[in-house]
């Protein structure tokens, strides 16, 4: 069945980088993109970008440009999300969710557990 | 700040129907699809409905959805204990070069 398995939980210091990772199975890994959504505790959800696992082309939402960065390696199936200088409102729930077809329109079907991110001095 | 807009609560007695609304714009709900989306506490989001008012496999019939202009709704109907959760609704978003929005969210209580 498709699954999507992610790291595990980290802690952080402010400043510091965190890379999650989500290793996908029971479907073509490049046959979909995938999407990042975050949510802070007590929080809704927030969509963070996606990554096209074929191309590895990625479109980041406004407001993580320049701190968010999305890789995959399709020798694994695995994409990758690092978040850098990290904030304590980083702290968070961070999901991968595949897209249910080839483009970033395509809704999110299949969802991660979740990878919880705390950052605290 | 959310870019749909959804009550932050809601709340219903067993059997009774309840209804969550998602106010959006032109640029997403107005031209897009809506999704809706359950959380129960602790776990990822699980797809409930799809292009405004499709059920994936294995979703009870007593939820449906709905949509006019730049709102949607979502209504449970015969209400269970189960249903207790959040419910997030979601669309693409045409501006920006495209990119998906979030509804805060609606914590459903069961009385």
């Known amino acids: 069945q498709v699954q999507l398995v992610q790291s595990g939980a980290e802690v952080k210091k402010p400043g510091a980088s965190v890379k999650v990772s989500c290793k996908a199975s029971?479907?073509?890994?490049?046959?979909?993109?995938m999407h990042w959504v975050r949510q802070a505790p007590g929080q809704g959800l927030e969509w963070m970008g996606w990554?096209?696992?074929?191309?590895?082309?990625?479109n980041y939402a406004q407001k993580f440009q320049g701190r968010v960065t999305m890789t995959r390696d399709t020798s694994i199936s695995t994409a990758y999300m690092e978040l850098s200088r990290l904030r304590s409102d980083d702290t968070a729930v961070y999901y991968c969710?595949?897209?249910?077809?080839?483009?970033?329109?395509?809704?999110?079907?299949?969802w991660g557990k979740g990878t919880t991110v705390t950052v605290s001095s | 700040q959310s870019v749909l807009t959804q009550p932050p609560s809601a709340s219903g007695t067993p059997g009774q129907r309840v209804t969550i609304s998602c106010s959006g714009s032109?640029?997403?709900?107005?031209?897009?699809?809506v999704y809706w989306y359950q959380q129960l506490p602790g776990t990822a989001p699980k797809l409930l409905i799809y292009r405004n008012n499709q059920r994936p496999s294995g979703v009870p019939d007593r939820f449906s959805g709905s949509k006019s202009g730049t709102s949607a709704s979502l209504a449970i109907s015969g209400l269970r204990s189960e249903d207790e959760a959040d419910y997030y609704c979601a669309a693409w978003d045409d501006s920006l070069s495209g990119h998906w929005v979030f509804g805060g969210g609606t914590k459903l209580t069961v009385l």
């Open positions: 990554i096209n696992p074929n191309s590895g082309g990625t």
């Open positions: 029971g479907y073509t890994f490049t046959g979909y993109y």
């Open positions: 969710a595949r897209a249910t077809a080839y483009g970033p329109a395509y809704y999110m079907d299949v």
């Open positions: 032109s640029s997403n709900i107005g031209s897009n699809y």
